[in-house]
């Protein structure tokens, strides 16, 4: 049994993605429409509960696998167009989230405040601007000076982390072209010195196509599968879904068709192109088996990106985890979760680092304070 068990693991490893704090609730007076995130409680008490007790004198490494800010759903900032991308952009953005979820930033400092606590934060399509050196510098401006030595931001091309030997991560946005940056060759300056960030296509459809639609339905980007939530949507929001869909197949024609025709590519190359920018949210389980075949000494993959809570062991050992999100989901699959809050973390419990031994599980945050309500939305 595993309480048996508990003061046998030399080093506990969680993993939380998809976090998303936005500019909060409230933004000048009015309502918020992009805000994704409302369980600022529920995390806090997850880091203080993997902080203290059982966990307060054994090692514990948080991982933050990609998104836990972002940044393309704050446009209440004094810059449009081009402007939205440049780093003095960037850093009103973080100061907004900063604000709104402080409680949240402090718990952190709290989390890595005991010698034995490190925090990892790998960079997603989300928060894809801390490209910018001066976004890092303020996050580790969070961080009491004593404790920024445990706090790591991982910035790499190929978004890869290794916690342990047999265990690798990545956020998952590397494996589309549609989210792909590179942490250097996507910076530009210019004659004046002014530093700009060059997204990927599809953060300009989120900020451009995305968040214009939340305004009216804010479930817009929270249903999967998404081919489910087209077909619903054309028989009982029949409007909205082909006002939506024009816009969405629109966009993709005005800024990658024109570009890649412009490149004088054959029809048959542009279609091929077009085919794989356009696979989003790709069969990772497929994927996944590749993976394992082609790095044999991996036992376990964890992403995050898709919002969709998985857990599958293959028949060869291998271990794959999607940790989903810590936002609202909707989901018209049979037998998953319809509605509601899937707070899901990965938490890979080392029995014996030097025989690779390690337990591994997809869990679900259900909190330690038994409150007699909660919020309505």
């Known amino acids: 049994m ?80 081009d402007e939205f991308w440049s780093e003095k952009a960037a850093l009103s953005k ?61 910035l790499n091309n190929n ?17 589309e072209l549609a989210h792909h940056f590179h942490p250097v060759k996507s910076i530009v300056e210019s004659e004046d010195g002014e530093k700009y960030f060059l997204p990927p296509w599809g953060s300009y459809y989120v900020t451009r196509v995305i968040n214009k639609f939340k305004e009216e339905r804010d479930h817009v980007n929270a249903v999967r599968p998404i081919r489910k939530f087209i077909i619903n949507g054309l028989i009982y929001d029949t409007f909205f879904t082909l006002r939506f869909l024009f816009a969405t197949s629109y966009y993709f024609i005005m800024v990658r068709s024109i570009y890649l025709f412009k490149q004088e590519r054959s029809l048959k190359k542009m279609y091929k192109h077009c085919m794989n920018e356009l ?11 590749d993976f394992f075949r082609e790095r044999p000494e991996v036992q376990c993959l964890i992403v995050g990106h898709t919002h969709d809570p998985s857990f599958r062991s293959f028949s060869d050992g291998g271990i794959f985890i999607n940790t989903g999100t810590w936002t609202r989901m909707y989901n018209l699959d049979f037998g998953k979760n319809p509605s509601g809050e899937q707070l899901s973390f990965a938490q890979v419990d080392i029995l014996d680092a030097k025989k690779e031994e390690y337990e591994i599980n997809l869990n679900i945050w259900k909190g330690r304070t038994n409150l007699p309500f909660e919020e309505f939305s």
């Open 2 to 81: 595993r309480f048996l068990r508990k003061n046998k693991i030399d080093k506990c490893i969680l993993v939380i993605s998809d976090i998303h704090l936005g500019a909060g609730v409230m933004v000048n007076g009015k309502r918020n429409y992009l805000e994704d995130f409302h369980f600022d409680k529920e995390l806090v008490d997850f880091l203080d509960y993997y902080s203290s007790h059982d966990y307060l004198s054994r090692e514990v490494e948080l991982i933050i696998n990609g998104d836990l800010f972002d940044l393309l759903a704050v446009p209440f900032v004094n810059y449009f167009d």
């Open 94 to 154: 973080l100061e907004m989230i900063i604000k709104a979820h402080s409680e949240v930033l402090e718990a952190l400092d709290r989390f890595v405040s005991h010698k034995n606590k490190k925090l990892v934060y790998i960079i997603g399509n989300h928060d894809a601007e801390f490209v910018f050196e001066s976004l890092r510098d303020r996050f580790y401006d969070l961080f009491e000076e004593k404790n920024r030595e445990r706090v790591n931001i991982q």
């Open 159 to 175: 978004g890869e982390y290794i916690p342990t030997p047999g265990v690798v991560l990545k956020h998952g946005h590397e494996y």
């Open 279 to 289: 696979e989003l949210f790709k069969d990772y389980e497929t994927m996944t088996m």
